[in-house]
């Protein structure tokens, strides 16, 4: 893998924290990262790396929050095939739709034609420290190529 690409959307700093967590992954496999807020992000930049990483927080019942609308919504019509692609973010297990954001990514990364290579990684409000570890064995395992759906 030659370069990845984390976006992510956090209201609260949960989701931002595991995206440092997962960019600390990648740079220990010696990988180049970019890391974006969605606000910073085009949709269209995903074409320029071979690893996408995409986190968000879930806005009430399974709802992609406002501020990731847009880049959510500019990725429709990309060609993604060939892209090696993870999903991670916060929610509150108190809603029937936990995680209901992750869940929309994955499918809409899915439906572009990239390849999912880890089960999505959904954590309640601040991540423990197993799943922040979790976070960054995703990262350096998508840094090097060695990644198996778990």
Known sequence: MNKVII????????????????ERGVKDAGIEV???????????????????IIGAYTWGDGELPDEFLDFYEEMEGLDLSGKKAA??????TSYANYCGAVDLIEHKLRE??????????KFEYNASSEELQQGKTIGYKMAVGNINIS
């Open 7 to 22: 976006v992510y959307s956090s209201l609260t700093g949960n989701t931002e924290e595991m995206s440092e967590i997962i």
């Open 34 to 52: 970019v890391r974006k807020d969605a606000y910073d992000a085009k949709a269209a930049d995903l074409l320029q790396y071979d690893g996408i």
């Open 112 to 121: 572009l034609g990239a390849d999912i290579v880890h089960e999505s990684l």
């Open 87 to 92: 999903v991670f973010g916060s929610g509150d």
